[in-house]
């Protein structure tokens, strides 16, 4: 028998990438539950990293490292623009002197008492909130999503105003959050 071109069945090999499309570091959107205001304006959010520990068998001649068994969660990082009234950056820092109750034992309760959109995972505490990080395809198709557990800020960066200089440069923040988990899920 000769085999000939048309007779040669090619399978497609399994291990390929299907969508040779490159993901854009631009399409996305992050929405907390407890910080709207902080939405529509942020330009940069990270996808953090993990670590799972690694425990040390020890043999006879060296130690032989092992998967361990907890997993360390980096922290979200959120950059947005601060607008013009301060509401978006007020918003996080509220919510971390809520948290902290820096002049008086009572701002906490002020800030558990504050009508907060979104669902809370504790709502008897007030203190923390959920997050989805939603990113885009070339076309600006929600793809997948990154859902935070117990989201709460924990640093926010300071606003340095300075006459000196020439060009405008609009203020940015960054807020570092801790979480419980987060979930990557296709849209």
Request: proline share 5%.
């Amino acid at each position: 028998m000769v085999r000939t071109r048309q007779n040669i069945v090619r399978k497609p090999i399994a291990s390929q990438i299907t969508n040779r499309n490159f993901l854009a570091p631009s399409g996305f959107k992050f929405t907390i539950s407890k910080a709207p205001k902080v939405t529509f304006f942020g330009n940069m959010v990270n996808v953090p990293g993990l670590t799972l520990g690694v425990a040390q068998q020890p043999s006879y001649l060296k130690s032989i490292p092992r998967p361990g068994e907890i997993i360390e969660f980096d922290d979200l990082t959120l950059r947005f623009l601060v607008d013009e009234n301060l509401e978006n950056y007020l918003e996080i820092q509220n919510w971390i002197r809520g948290l902290g109750f820096p002049e008086s034992l009572g701002e906490i309760y002020d800030f558990q008492e504050q009508d907060n959109v979104g669902n809370l995972n504790n709502k008897e505490l007030n203190l923390d909130s959920d997050g989805t990080l939603t990113i885009l395809n070339n076309i600006n198709n929600p793809v997948f999503h990154v859902n935070f557990e117990g989201l709460f800020p924990y640093s926010l960066t300071t606003l340095n105003f300075d006459a000196t200089q020439t060009d405008i440069e609009y203020f940015t923040a960054e807020v570092n959050f801790k979480y419980t988990i987060y979930n990557i899920t296709t849209a």
